[in-house]
């Protein structure tokens, strides 16, 4: 038998029967047709049991969503998406909804329903209260939606009642503060989802066409749903559902509806191991579940009858077959930081992800390069980081000769610097993952072995790649007066953050502590957390207005980092630089005004934006070579820049 036997068994949900236990639900997913169905069937080929197309809206007072399911429109498009993926085997579904007054204001919408008058905390949108009328033809819509559904050939529909849109906000005591027979008790908080949940049976009969519910299990709404609450929910509509699907968070509390690395895996099992007991249709979870073996654990024991693993298989669309092959540890690791993700889909940049380039790119790009070259080369990579791993993963799949030198004793870059930072460690998971697969293409790794020029003539490469990346600036350099160092910025007690964290001059902390972030990323958090662990009085300081202020969308990449951080001793001043550094303190201004405010310190971080090392570019460009610069080396200085430039440069060169 094989370890994860129950993870692979099929199991019958309402009429229809999924193949096995690993699913996928409803999230953010491409809205063109050929992209969706590329990236639907990705999954479907790689061995997922059932996907679910992400919410779309049943109303046509809610038209922000692109699948417009109160017409027949959008339903040849399904067709033939549905076709695509039952090819495959996969079953699909689509969640249906209505926002309410959870989604962005947009010139279509003339007004936002919602159970009561209650401003949403993110858009600052104030919905209107629905009326009977309404509240009946929406049912009514539910009921048409889940129909052109079935029609259209999918395998069920998916009824989202949780973070934070109209059906939620019904159900919530602290977003429903009606006094008609749909507000109150918990009977008539429920009065809308059980009329929706009727309606659609009605609709679609008994036919083999599941019918699940979405709840959520802790909204972290104050005074609204807790797991409680959401087990007598649960328990009432168990009798009339195929399945219960849960998930925790709202616009309250964003973060926590995609839950990141700072949070432990399996986030939401203990608000689920309230309600689970209850109910007798099976039950799909969610939350930071990335490994095939926490998800079978949570299947062998009983805490869950299929486990979505949404973030884990778009690292890995591929997860599932791996996991068959007996190939886990080939497996490419999700690393929690919503930056490729979520980030970039609420930044509108379109769905990507930091460790797999093809992402959301499945019609364009394929998951492993499908063009091995006619002319090996030996290629020189110069640097050890992520991109130049990334880099010569691609290029020795391709058949190149590839042969990696690194100037430090350690492969990972910057990644081992971060993943040694509190809350950081799963960062550290995907530099592994690239060593072990450098490890098994047989890529030779030099370390300790600084490249110059000298030995790159004796190497006599055909091609060198810079991975080179970026140091931390030590000569005062600020965004904000770029002409002039910040005074005092080379006192003794004024470090980098590579300082602190270990890779550098070692010092001793004294508290007060001033950090002056002026990258807005992660890094100006991590220094933050390790020198509250250290105890000192910490306050941050940065030219952007929030912590984590330049990171892609931060309600969901540094949310739950700045709770941590309020929760200590521990204060942020946004919208600052740094007029002047002297013993004992520190001098802030704004830009452009004549403020002045003066904050003690006794140890100074400067989180600057890095350096980058262009020196052996530079010099190899003078000499007559055509060097190939990739990750931080280029002025970028990201992660997922990192690994997709040494990825898109490895399949092509």
Same mark, same amino acid.
């Given at each position: ?289 990335? #490994?095939?073996?926490?998800? @079978?654990? $949570? *299947?062998?024991? %009983? ?7 949404? &973030? /884990? ?59 091995? #070259?006619?002319?090996?080369? @030996?290629? $020189? *990579?110069?640097? %050890? ?7 010569? &993963? /691609? ?259």
């Amino acid at each position: 038998m094989g370890i994860y036997d129950k993870l692979f068994e099929p199991i019958r949900v309402g009429g229809i029967t999924i193949p096995n236990r690993i699913v996928r639900t409803a999230h953010g997913m491409p809205y063109d047709e050929e992209a969706l169905t590329a990236y639907l069937v990705a999954r479907a080929k790689g061995g997922v049991g059932m996907s679910t197309i992400s919410a779309s809206s049943v109303h046509p007072s809610a038209r922000f969503s692109p699948h417009r399911l109160w017409d027949d429109d959008y339903m040849p498009t399904l067709e033939r998406v549905g076709k695509a993926v039952h090819a495959h085997g996969m079953k699909l579904l689509h969640q249906i909804f209505h926002p309410g007054a959870g989604h962005y204001p947009g010139a279509e919408e003339p007004e936002y329903w919602s159970a009561s008058e209650i401003a949403n905390p993110m858009t600052g949108i104030v919905p209107v209260e629905i009326t009977k009328a309404q509240i009946d033809d929406l049912v009514a819509h539910f009921a048409a939606a889940a129909r052109r559904l079935r029609d259209a050939g999918l395998d069920g529909v998916d009824i989202h009642a949780s973070s934070g849109y109209l059906l939620h906000e019904f159900l919530s005591p602290a977003l429903n503060q009606r006094t008609d027979n749909y507000g109150g008790s918990p009977e008539n908080r429920m009065r809308l989802l059980m009329e929706v949940i009727h309606a659609i049976r009605a609709e679609v009969g008994g036919s083999d066409f599941a019918v699940g519910v979405r709840l959520p299990n802790e909204d972290y709404v104050p005074g609204g749903i807790t797991a409680e609450l959401s087990r007598q929910i649960a328990e009432a509509v168990d009798p009339f559902v195929d399945y219960v699907s849960l998930h925790m968070g709202s616009y309250w509390r964003f973060h926590k509806l995609i839950a990141p690395a700072d949070d432990p895996l399996g986030v939401e099992m203990e608000f689920n191991d309230v309600i689970t007991p209850a109910l007798t249709k099976p039950v799909i979870v969610v939350g930071r579940i990335a #490994t095939m073996d926490h998800a @079978n654990y $949570l *299947v062998t024991s %009983g805490k869950a009858d299929m486990v979505s693993m949404v &973030r /884990a298989l778009m690292a890995d669309p591929e997860l599932v077959n791996k996991a068959r092959r007996g190939e886990e540890g080939r497996i490419r690791p999700c690393i929690g930081t919503n930056q490729g993700c979520v980030g970039r889909s609420f930044q509108k940049l379109g769905l990507s992800c930091v460790v797999n380039m093809a992402n959301g790119r499945e019609a364009r790009v394929a998951l492993e390069p499908e063009n091995p #070259t006619d002319t090996p080369k @030996n290629i $020189l *990579v110069v640097g %050890g980081g992520p991109a130049g791993m990334e880099f010569a &993963r /691609a290029a020795a799949l391709r058949g190149h000769k590839v042969q990696i030198h690194e100037a430090t004793k350690w492969l990972g870059g910057q990644v081992t610097m971060a993943a040694a930072a509190p809350k950081r460690a799963d960062l550290g998971a995907i530099t592994r993952w690239l060593a072990d697969e450098l490890e098994h293409l047989q890529v030779p790794i030099r370390l300790n072995s600084l490249v110059d020029m000298d030995l790159v003539r004796e190497l006599a490469p055909d091609e060198v790649v810079i991975a080179t990346g970026s140091t931390p600036r030590i000569d005062g350099f600020q965004v904000s007066t770029p002409g002039a160092p910040i005074p005092g910025h080379d006192l003794p007690h004024v470090h980098s953050s590579w300082d602190l964290f270990g890779f550098g001059e070692k010092f001793t902390i004294e508290g007060p502590a001033l950090i002056y972030d002026d990258s807005g990323s992660f890094e100006g958090i991590s220094a933050a957390e390790v020198l509250l662990r250290a105890g000192v009085h910490v306050t941050a300081v940065s030219r952007f207005n929030d912590v984590g202020g330049n990171l892609p969308f931060p309600a969901v990449t540094a949310g739950a980092a700045r709770e941590r951080l309020m929760s200590g001793d521990f204060d942020f001043i946004g919208g600052h630089y740094v007029r002047a550094i002297r013993e004992g303190e520190v001098e802030l201004g704004v830009l452009h005004t004549d403020r002045v405010r003066i904050v003690p310190a006794r140890t100074v971080i400067l989180v600057t934006i890095n350096q980058p090392n262009r020196s052996l570019a530079n010099e190899l460009r003078a000499a007559g070579y055509t060097p190939h610069v990739i990750g931080d080396a280029q002025g970028k200085d990201s992660l997922l820049n990192a690994i997709h430039t040494g990825e898109t440069l490895g399949r092509t060169i």
